[in-house]
């Protein structure tokens, strides 16, 4: 049974950064693919950020130029650096990864930006 432990969330004020991690209990290389989602409360979840096994990224339009996902082997972690960030960044960001037909989730950290 693979685990995903997320961490790296808190309170921010606007404009302010932070890291989120999500550590992974198999090698990242198992993986086809890891993905950092969000969910608001009232709202559908979202993909934010995408990283396949061969390093291709991509990422929600409304985080472009300001969210950075990248992941480390030798940690088995993915990262997702969060800049500029904006109260409708507020959720919980929940951590995927993809193994063919099978998909595990993290249990997500909270992530709220407020003066």
């Known amino acids: 049974q693979v685990q995903l432990v997320e961490s790296g969330g808190g309170l921010v004020q606007p404009g302010g950064s932070l890291r989120l991690s999500c550590a992974a209990s198999a090698s990242i290389f198992s993986f086809s693919a890891m993905g950092w989602y969000r969910q608001a409360p009232g709202k559908q979840r979202e993909l934010v950020a995408h990283?396949?096994?061969?390093?291709?990224?991509r990422y929600a339009d409304s985080v472009k130029g300001r969210f950075t996902i990248s992941r480390d082997n030798a940690k088995n972690t993915v990262y997702l650096q969060m800049n500029v960030l904006k109260p409708e960044d507020t959720a919980v960001y929940l951590c995927n990864a993809e193994g063919g037909v099978l998909a595990w989730w993290g249990q997500g950290t909270q992530v709220t930006v407020s003066f």
């Open positions: 990283i396949t096994n061969g390093g291709s990224t």
